[in-house]
């Protein structure tokens, strides 16, 4: 098309179906053709053309041609200025970034939005103020939204994310993130809302799913190049990981501090018997050797002690926890009910697990090593010399149960050929139950050996000892 043949309407004009390049069906479709043609030299204001020189004849000029299709079934013809045809790709280059990263597996973040549009840049208020659920990614600079989040999948592998069809869905919009002001809206009725500000884009709303996501979208956005502002306005900082450990321990310091102590609500809530201090129990109960020891072991010799294995063999552990709970509520039990306890090896489970659930064991965490450094001395009346008065020097509680437990324990070995529990075999079981330390160390095997060699030493001294 020659320029004298341009049109008066600024250049556009109903493309002719027999010009040469319209393929689009006359039916169907009604197109606009816009030809630009480029002039390197001034025009003459007063001919309408270029200044003539009488030297050259210019060749004829380069043209583009640009054709914009318009459906005849549209409600409201769209407008030339709302085309794209402006040679701004910027959308369509940040897309197929978004492709190379996402098949990839490296985009910077993907998280599900609601978006709100809430005014125009200038000012203006936005005509679709409508939340509308959207997939939001963040690369570089900018702020893409798509539509279906399904296109996204984080379990999908390489291959999968290329037939994700994500080549074929160009974003619903952007958001430039350079001189932008992010804010958390804490008023609105809505959890997890920022606001989004820039003099490019006008004002929108995102609303995060989780708090997860919204300290990560905020993070990230402040990292690309936006201004983080908290709800008083006030600039936020971006902090490394060091900082977050140290805001959640100071929180948990602060929530541990609200906690009243345990005496202040002693009869406000019942407190358990189980892993609770041996000296707290007494001074409860205001015996020197918890009940819960006294009747379970003279039930024990009420079955009696010649049963194979005894101490050795673990019962029925649903049936030893519920003489815990039991205990703990403060239900009475008929430990004699041999229908309900005909096991004896859940009665002494229940011992055992009662003894080793106690905060700090019948020798205390301070005396072990001292203990262990007794039953080293070679010439058995030293040894017994020593480790007298470390037994005498255990609080009155430890010492008690301690004499009550062993006193029981000799009495059981002394039916060794019937239940086959000899002096090693019982110390080889409590042992681990009496004494540990408060820190295991990695010569456990070695700490196991001396710990049964105390506990045998015990009970085969068990007179000159505890008398």
Avoid at 190 to 214: F, H, M, P, T
Avoid at 272 to 277: D, I, K, P, S
Avoid at 293 to 304: F, K, P
Avoid at 381 to 389: I, L, T, V
Wanted: overall charge neutral; some cysteine.
């Amino acid at each position: 098309m020659s320029r004298a043949s341009l049109p008066r309407n600024g250049g556009i004009a109903e493309d002719d179906p027999e010009s040469e390049g319209n393929m689009l069906p006359r039916k169907r479709s009604r197109s606009l053709a816009i030809t630009f043609t480029s002039h390197p030299y001034p025009m003459n204001a007063t001919s309408g053309g270029r200044s003539k020189s009488a030297s050259d004849e210019t060749p004829a000029l380069p043209q583009r041609r640009y054709t914009v299709s318009h459906s005849r079934g549209d409600a409201s013809p769209q407008k030339l200025s709302d085309c794209s045809l402006a040679l701004d790709t910027s959308l369509e280059v940040l897309h197929k970034r978004v492709i190379d990263l996402h098949v990839k597996g490296s985009l910077q973040l993907t998280v599900p939005v609601h978006k709100k549009n809430v005014a125009l840049p200038g000012g203006k208020k936005h005509s679709n103020r409508n939340w509308l659920p959207l997939h939001c990614v963040v690369i570089d600079t900018h702020i893409l939204f798509y539509k279906d989040k399904k296109l996204f999948d984080k379990k999908a592998s390489g291959s999968m994310r290329k037939k994700s069809g994500i080549e074929k869905e160009l974003p619903t919009s952007e958001f430039c993130l350079e001189s932008s002001n992010v804010q958390e809206i804490r008023e609105h009725k809505r959890k997890n809302v920022v606001e989004l500000q820039s003099e490019k884009n006008g004002v929108i709303w995102c609303q995060l799913d989780c708090q997860a996501d919204y300290d990560k979208f905020k993070k990230v956005l402040m990292g690309a190049g936006a201004k983080v502002l908290n709800s008083d306005g006030q600039m936020e900082e971006d902090c490394d990981d060091d900082d977050d450990k140290g805001q959640v321990k100071k929180k948990l310091l602060a929530f541990f501090s609200r906690r009243p102590p345990i005496e202040s609500i002693q009869g406000i809530i019942k407190e358990q018997y189980f892993g609770v201090h041996l000296h707290r129990l007494c001074e409860r109960e205001r015996l020197s050797i918890p009940s819960f020891v006294t009747d379970i072991v003279e039930a024990i010799e009420e079955r009696g002690l010649d049963s194979v294995g005894i101490y050795r063999l673990s019962g029925n552990a649903a049936q030893v926890q519920k003489i815990r709970f039991k205990i703990d509520q403060e239900d009475p039990i008929d430990y004699s009910d041999r229908i309900l306890w005909d096991d004896i090896n859940v009665l002494t489970g229940a011992l055992k697990l009662f003894l080793r659930e106690l905060p700090e064991p019948l020798i205390p965490y301070c005396d072990l090593d001292n203990f262990v450094t007794a039953v080293q001395v070679n010439s058995e009346a030293d040894r017994e010399a020593q480790m007298k008065p470390l037994i005498k020097a255990l609080p009155p509680p430890n010492f008690e149960t301690l004499k009550y437990l062993l006193n029981h324990l000799t009495r059981v070995t002394t039916l060794g050929d019937t239940n086959k529990m000899m002096v090693q075999n019982v110390s080889i079981v409590f042992g681990p139950t009496v004494m540990r330390k408060e820190i295991e160390t990695i010569n456990l095997a070695m700490e196991m050996v001396f710990r049964t060699s105390i506990v045998e030493f015990m009970l085969r001294h068990f007179e000159p000892l505890f008398s």
